[in-house]
């Protein structure tokens, strides 16, 4: 069974990994979509107000391809990109692209979980959204998880006593990633194979059924 890697910036295809390349569609250059499994959105530290009209037009064409598994990633900064009022105008605009679409969102959160919370509520969202390299407390993990957000890790597992590491050896539900090709997938899925006391083999499988699940 292969690794998934459920967000990565390295967009070299490797040999029995099933990685979600993560695209920003920010700017004037106009990407390439390549045929391999997509997250695209427009990040908070890239997005500009004044673009949104070009940016979301490119982005609600290219999200509609079936080769893109979810949106984002995109989400809050409390310390880069534009102000908050304007990250959380640009993040409503790809909630409701995802809620129509039926598409799980990678969510990227610097100090706004409130703010985030705050604005599912609010919208009333039902749509799966995953928090990306969470490295917080346990405490606000578990409470991001009764509130329905999935987390995803990366090398914070690679600190056993870190609250990533906790939660991994508590709970059956979350994912793994690379992000930005820091630590190889293998050597992120032998730590938490490690934390959980289990084979790689059968976190493979876990997180591929938890996958399954988000997946529509």
């Given at each position: 069974m292969d690794?998934?890697?459920?967000?990565?910036?390295?967009?070299?295809?490797?040999?029995?990994?099933?990685?979600i390349?993560?695209?920003?569609?920010?700017?004037?250059?106009?990407?390439?979509?390549?045929?391999?499994?997509?997250?695209?959105?427009?990040?908070?530290?890239?997005?500009k107000p004044q673009q949104l009209n070009s940016d979301y037009a490119r982005l609600?064409?290219?999200?509609?391809?079936?080769?893109?598994?979810?949106?984002g990633e995109?989400?809050?900064?409390?310390?880069?990109?534009?102000?908050?009022?304007?990250?959380t105008l640009i993040l409503r605009k790809q909630f409701e692209l995802a809620d129509e679409l039926q598409k799980?969102?990678?969510?990227?959160?610097?100090?706004?979980?409130?703010?985030l919370i705050a604005l599912r509520k609010e919208m009333k969202l039902e749509i799966p959204m995953v928090l990306h390299g969470f490295n917080k407390k346990k405490e606000l993990g578990r409470q991001m998880q009764s509130l329905g957000f999935y987390l995803s890790f990366g090398?914070?597992?690679l600190d056993?006593?870190?609250?990533?590491?906790?939660?991994?050896?508590?709970?059956?539900?979350?994912?793994?990633?690379?992000?930005?090709d820091e630590h190889r997938i293998e050597e992120i899925y032998e730590a938490a194979a490690n934390l959980k006391?289990?084979?790689?083999?059968e976190l493979k499988a876990l997180i591929f059924a938890n996958w399954n699940q988000i997946i529509r």
């Open positions: 690794y998934l890697d459920i967000h990565t910036h390295n967009e070299q295809r490797l040999p029995g990994v099933r990685a390349l993560s695209l920003s569609l920010t700017g004037d250059e106009v990407p390439e979509y390549p045929e391999r499994d997509l997250a695209l959105g427009l990040h908070p530290w890239f997005a609600r064409e290219a999200a509609k391809l079936p080769h893109v598994k979810m949106i995109c989400g809050l900064d409390r310390f880069k990109g534009p102000s908050l009022p304007e990250q799980p969102v990678i969510l990227h959160c610097v100090r706004c979980f409130d703010e090398k914070a597992l056993a006593d870190s609250g990533a590491a906790a939660l991994v050896r508590e709970g059956d539900v979350f994912f793994l990633e690379s992000d930005h006391n289990c084979s790689v083999e």
